[in-house]
């Protein structure tokens, strides 16, 4: 089966400053990569995704790239803000269009954002 | 008007009882899926439905038996709680298909389950 790794575990930066959460995978036939984000105490909401058919998706201060070749994809934070501490996920599927097969997640980083 | 609910919120119960999760989502999706989160953060897929139909059973321990009446609900019953057992447990669910916003998972808020 899948499965994702993920890293730092714990990521501090100041205000301001940018974040990278970088994240790995397996099956090469994956092609859906989901984030979540989990505030304390939430449910995890997703923030942004992207499909391998496409290298970057950008959302205001969010963008996440992916790289195929590596099995590897990104996810970057610019301008951080204190409503930015959380924690976040990486996941990836096979989407098939048709099934229901679970979203495999990597065990999350913990953002902390420093005032 | 919650677009996935789960009760109960929290769970407290001692070794060796039976419980019981419900989840309900209003959606119209097709797919509900239960999640276990551990004390480190880890999200792990347990059970997947669609329409009613199991798809994905994971290595879980056959104490755990999901239900599913309808497409809208999918219930989790736990046989002989263990102390290993106590985490949160989320409910999610998601449309299927190739339309834009496939396989997007909403989750529930949690059950809080705690084995003495």
């Known amino acids: 089966g899948e499965n994702v790794e993920q890293h730092p575990s714990t990521l501090s930066v100041q205000e301001g400053d940018s974040a990278v959460i970088k994240c790995t995978y397996s099956d090469s036939a994956s092609n859906y990569f989901p984030w979540y984000k989990q505030e304390l105490g939430k449910r995890p909401q997703l923030i942004i995704d992207i499909r391998s058919n496409v290298g970057e998706k950008k959302d205001q201060r969010i963008a996440v790239t992916l790289n195929k070749t590596a099995k590897h994809f990104s996810l970057h934070i610019t301008e951080t803000q204190p409503e930015d501490s959380a924690v976040y996920f990486c996941a990836a599927r096979i989407d098939s269009g048709g099934g229901a097969d679970g979203l495999t997640f990597g065990k999350g980083t913990h953002l902390i954002i420093q005032p | 008007d919650t677009a996935v609910s789960q009760t109960p919120k929290y769970l407290v119960t001692q070794m060796g009882n039976d419980k019981s999760i419900k989840c309900e989502q209003n959606l119209g999706h097709d797919t509900m899926y239960w999640y276990k989160q551990d004390s480190k953060k880890f999200l792990k897929i347990m059970f997947s439905y669609n329409n009613k139909e199991l798809i994905i059973n994971e290595t879980v321990p056959n104490r755990f038996s999901p239900k599913s009446p309808d497409k809208a609900h999918l219930n989790l019953h736990i046989n002989s709680l263990e102390l290993g057992d106590s985490a949160v447990y989320f409910c999610?669910?998601?449309?299927?298909?190739?339309?834009?916003?496939?396989?997007?998972?909403?989750f529930g808020a949690g059950s809080r389950l705690t084995v003495l």
């Open positions: 999610a669910s998601s449309p299927t298909g190739t339309i834009s916003g496939a396989n997007v998972l909403t």
